[in-house]
Each structure stands twice: as C-alpha cells, then as structure tokens.
C-alpha cells in the first residue's frame, strides 16, 4: 500500500501541473483588463489634462507592475521571428494585440514600433494643446480618434481614422500627425512576411507570470479580488468555512439516513417497506432545490405563513463573541436548519437505491451462502459479510463529494444568503472577478484528485479482496 501511495502521489505532481497550467490559461484568455478593473477611481473627464493623464498612466503602470503583469506570461514563448520578445511591457492590452496584429500582417517589429512611438508623441502634443481655444468642438472628435487608432488592429481602418483626423487638428500638431502618417504608409513598403514563418525560442527565466501565481499558490496566496482589492485566501477562508459546516453536515445525516433504508430495502425486496420507502425517496427527488427552498422560505420563514426559521443569513443580527459557545451551536443550528435539510433529501432516494442494488448483489454471492451455510446469524450476514462489500460503490460517490463540499452550492446559498463559496463564486461570475473564479476552480481540481486517493484508500480497507500490493 505504502509503494501505491507513493506512486500515486509521484503521479499527482504532473497532473497538479497541467491543471494549474490550464487554471493560469483560462485566467490569461479571460476578456478585460485587470488593471482596470481595479482602478475604479481614475481620472478622465472631458477637462482632463497631460499632467492628469501622465499621472493616470503612472497610476496604471504601478499597479501593473504590483500585479505581475508586467512579466512574460510563461518560462519561454516560442514565437515567429517577426514577434520581438518585449511585446508584453507594452502595458494596455488593446493596444497591445493591435500592435501584435499589424506585427503578423507585415512581419517588421522595428516599422510597427516606429508606428505606436509616433502615435505616442501626437498624442502627447494633444494633451499639451487642449488649453488652446481655436480647438472648439473639434477637441471632442479629436480625443476618440486619438483613443481608437492604437487599438485599431487593420490596416485599411487605422488609414481612415488618420484621414477623419486631419482636417481637424490643429496646425502646431501637423509635424506629428505626419510623422504618424509616414510611419503607416511606411508598413506595407518594409514588409517582411518571410520573418513569420521562422520560428524563435524566448526563454524568460523564472521571472515570469506564471511562475510568480504558482508560488503564490503553493503558499496559499491566490492574489487579490478585482472586485474588493481583498486577498483571495481571505475570502476563501470567510466562505468556505459555511459551506464546508453545511456540505459536512448534510453529508453525514445524507448517508446515516440513506444507507440504512438501503440495506433494509435492499434485504427485504418487495416488501411494503420497499415499495413505500422508494415511492417517497422518489417524490423527494422530483423536487428541485431551488423550488422547494423558495417555498420553504415563503411558508416556513414568516410572512403570511409560519414563521419557524429565519428567511436568510447564518446567524441573528444580535450575534455576539461573548456568547456561550452552546448558546452559538444553537443560534448557527437554528438559520442552518433548514438549508441543510434542503441540501441533503434529494440525496436520500439516489444513495439508498445505489445501497439496495449493490446490496441485493452481494446476497447473491458465494460467501454469503458459506457464511448462512455455517449458521451465522442473519443480522451479522448481512451487516458485516454483505454490508462491507456493497459499500464500493458507496465509496465511489463519497470521492466526488470532497470537492462538492467546498465548492458549496450557488443556487442554495443565494436563496438562503448564505456567505458560503456557492455564493462567493455566483458574485465573482457577475463581476467578472476571475482571479476568484479561477482559484476556486484550482481548489475544486486539487480536491477531486484528493478525493479519489481517499476513494482508493478506502476501497482496500473495506473489501480485503482488493490490493494494490505488486505480485510476484
């Protein structure tokens, strides 16, 4: 067993890879910019300034760099000769895949830098010029033509944008604009296609984006929520301690109640027990969650009906440290009661028919007659000869639910406002906060590869049939 374990560690570490991997994948091919979405509170009126622009721009720079941003994304990038190894510090994205764009149309890095470089002092000069009163009404269509043409990623566009451009600039801005203008016809003369079928590897070193979120995974550091500016593992640890007390809590009441009425039905097949229990199971299971706990809060949480739980929340709004700890466990009980009942029936009916097939097949079994044949009592039979053995597929679903019982429940925390992972990973979908999203989805891999070690583990412990010993 020891020489399994070890293996099947030994085998999680490239599987933990590949899934971070992808979890750091998904996050880099997520739509918006962070950095924006961090900086609520920049500036940008229409009165805006170039001392108030630099200052906006060294505001996003400095918040890059603090995010990582500012690095390649992986140890080595292996891109077409034409792509230059520094096309990641240019910092706003838009641009950036502009810029990479017109890189692949005309294969000459050098022209397209000369290009963006150009653009940048005309729109320096701008800024300078926006106290000048001949501007007029013209300032207003100047500035969005400005804002787009970095971000224009055709060729035949970022010609049209400059042609609006021009009769409206004024004329100390001129020199700029056709250095503009040169640096653009300039692209398709230089041309070098040939560059993009030549490949080229980049190797960055540990000094890159994936190696620094990697590091901070394995200390427990997921970053920082775009949606809060709080770290994540905070919010994780806020979250999932009341998904975890009510996913564990179901779980135990779902299988001490299910698995018994499994076994029983499972010895007396046919019965009136049999068909009455499964008839009621089934009707439990035919509701949905989210149908039942919306009429559990009408009918049962006050309002014009009863008023035996509280509608929502984990705790009453008096709630203080300075209780008793018994006076808590029955405060929690009494807002968690009916969630947790919510959470586990329709468990009931799926694992006590699972329980009564698996253990109609063992009654069936060789070791089962021997063991009846001997005159063993039918109670120990059952319970310690069939029971054990029926648990595999028990067993099986128990692997799943480990990172079911942290991931929480979406739909039942919403309806009952409880501040669990289910709730925490609905409010980071809404506002696009994906550092969030991916480190629960990270978590929820990790914990699936936990659970099926566990799952294996338990599988020899209950059926000594089962070895992962070699054999010679």
């Given at each position: 067993?020891?020489?399994?374990?070890?293996?099947?560690?030994?085998?999680?570490?490239?599987?933990?890879?590949?899934?971070?991997?992808?979890?750091?994948?998904?996050?880099?091919?997520?739509?918006?910019?962070?950095?924006?979405?961090?900086?609520?509170?920049?500036?940008?009126?229409?009165?805006?300034?170039?001392?108030?622009?630099?200052?906006?721009?060294?505001?996003?720079?400095?918040?890059?760099?603090?995010?990582?941003?500012?690095?390649?994304?992986?140890?080595?990038?292996?891109?077409?000769?034409?792509?230059?190894?520094?096309?990641?510090?240019?910092?706003?994205?838009?641009?950036?895949?502009?810029?990479?764009?017109?890189?692949?149309?005309?294969?000459?890095?050098?022209?397209?830098?000369?290009?963006?470089?150009?653009?940048?002092?005309?729109?320096?000069?701008?800024?300078?010029?926006?106290?000048?009163?001949?501007?007029?009404?013209?300032?207003?269509?100047?500035?969005?033509?400005?804002?787009?043409?970095?971000?224009?990623?055709?060729?035949?566009?970022?010609?049209?944008?400059?042609?609006?451009?021009?009769?409206?600039?004024?004329?100390?801005?001129?020199?700029?604009?056709?250095?503009?203008?040169?640096?653009?016809?300039?692209?398709?003369?230089?041309?070098?296609?040939?560059?993009?079928?030549?490949?080229?590897?980049?190797?960055?070193?540990?000094?890159?984006?994936?190696?620094?979120?990697?590091?901070?995974?394995?200390?427990?550091?997921?970053?920082?929520?775009?949606?809060?500016?709080?770290?994540?593992?905070?919010?994780?640890?806020?979250?999932?301690?009341?998904?975890?007390?009510?996913?564990?809590?179901?779980?135990?009441?779902?299988?001490?109640?299910?698995?018994?009425?499994?076994?029983?039905?499972?010895?007396?097949?046919?019965?009136?027990?049999?068909?009455?229990?499964?008839?009621?199971?089934?009707?439990?299971?035919?509701?949905?969650?989210?149908?039942?706990?919306?009429?559990?809060?009408?009918?049962?949480?006050?309002?014009?009906?009863?008023?035996?739980?509280?509608?929502?929340?984990?705790?009453?709004?008096?709630?203080?440290?300075?209780?008793?700890?018994?006076?808590?466990?029955?405060?929690?009980?009494?807002?968690?009661?009916?969630?947790?009942?919510?959470?586990?029936?329709?468990?009931?009916?799926?694992?006590?028919?699972?329980?009564?097939?698996?253990?109609?097949?063992?009654?069936?079994?060789?070791?089962?007659?021997?063991?009846?044949?001997?005159?063993?009592?039918?109670?120990?039979?059952?319970?310690?000869?069939?029971?054990?053995?029926?648990?595999?597929?028990?067993?099986?679903?128990?692997?799943?639910?480990?990172?079911?019982?942290?991931?929480?429940?979406?739909?039942?925390?919403?309806?009952?406002?409880?501040?669990?992972?289910?709730?925490?990973?609905?409010?980071?979908?809404?506002?696009?906060?994906y550092p969030v999203i991916i480190a629960v989805f990270t978590i929820g891999a990790i914990l699936t590869l936990i659970g099926l070690l566990i799952g294996?583990?338990?599988?020899?412990?209950?059926?000594?049939?089962?070895?992962?010993?070699?054999r010679g």
């Amino acid at each position: 067993m020891r020489a399994y374990l070890v293996r099947r560690i030994l085998f999680f570490l490239p599987t933990l890879f590949i899934i971070t991997l992808l979890s750091f994948l998904i996050s880099q091919c997520a739509p918006g910019d962070p950095v924006e979405q961090m900086l609520t509170g920049r500036s940008g009126g229409g009165e805006e300034q170039l001392a108030e622009k630099q200052a906006s721009r060294r505001l996003y720079l400095e918040k890059r760099r603090e995010l990582g941003l500012d690095l390649p994304i992986f140890y080595f990038s292996i891109v077409p000769l034409a792509e230059p190894e520094t096309l990641y510090r240019i910092p706003f994205r838009p641009v950036r895949e502009a810029l990479e764009r017109l890189t692949y149309e005309f294969g000459n890095w050098p022209k397209v830098q000369a290009y963006y470089q150009a653009y940048l002092r005309l729109d320096s000069a701008f800024y300078a010029s926006l106290g000048d009163t001949a501007w007029g009404e013209r300032q207003t269509e100047v500035r969005a033509l400005l804002t787009l043409l970095p971000q224009e990623k055709r060729y035949n566009e970022i010609q049209y944008l400059l042609r609006r451009m021009a009769p409206l600039l004024l004329p100390s801005l001129r020199p700029y604009y056709e250095a503009v203008r040169e640096a653009v016809e300039d692209l398709p003369r230089t041309s070098q296609r040939w560059r993009l079928y030549i490949p080229t590897i980049h190797w960055h070193g540990t000094q890159n984006q994936y190696h620094r979120w990697l590091v901070g995974l394995i200390k427990g550091d997921f970053g920082i929520s775009y949606q809060d500016k709080r770290p994540i593992s905070e919010k994780l640890i806020d979250a999932v301690k009341w998904s975890l007390v009510i996913n564990f809590v179901s779980l135990i009441l779902a299988y001490v109640v299910a698995i018994p009425l499994g076994v029983l039905a499972g010895v007396r097949r046919g019965s009136f027990f049999d068909r009455g229990i499964g008839l009621i199971l089934f009707m439990l299971e035919s509701l949905p969650p989210f149908w039942v706990g919306t009429m559990a809060v009408v009918f049962l949480c006050g309002g014009d009906f009863l008023a035996l739980f509280p509608p929502g929340g984990v705790q009453s709004t008096e709630f203080s440290d300075e209780w008793s700890l018994g006076r808590k466990l029955l405060d929690w009980g009494y807002h968690l009661t009916l969630p947790v009942l919510i959470a586990t029936y329709g468990a009931w009916a799926f694992l006590s028919r699972q329980m009564r097939a698996a253990i109609l097949e063992n009654l069936h079994q060789d070791y089962v007659r021997t063991a009846r044949a001997k005159g063993l009592p039918e109670g120990r039979v059952i319970w310690k000869h069939a029971f054990r053995n029926s648990l595999i597929p028990i067993i099986t679903l128990l692997a799943s639910v480990l990172p079911a019982m942290i991931s929480g429940s979406v739909i039942l925390e919403t309806i009952f406002s409880i501040p669990g992972m289910g709730y925490l990973s609905y409010g980071a979908m809404t506002a696009r906060d994906y550092p969030v999203i991916i480190a629960v989805f990270t978590i929820g891999a990790i914990l699936t590869l936990i659970g099926l070690l566990i799952g294996d583990i338990l599988y020899a412990v209950v059926d000594p049939r089962i070895s992962y010993a070699r054999r010679g």
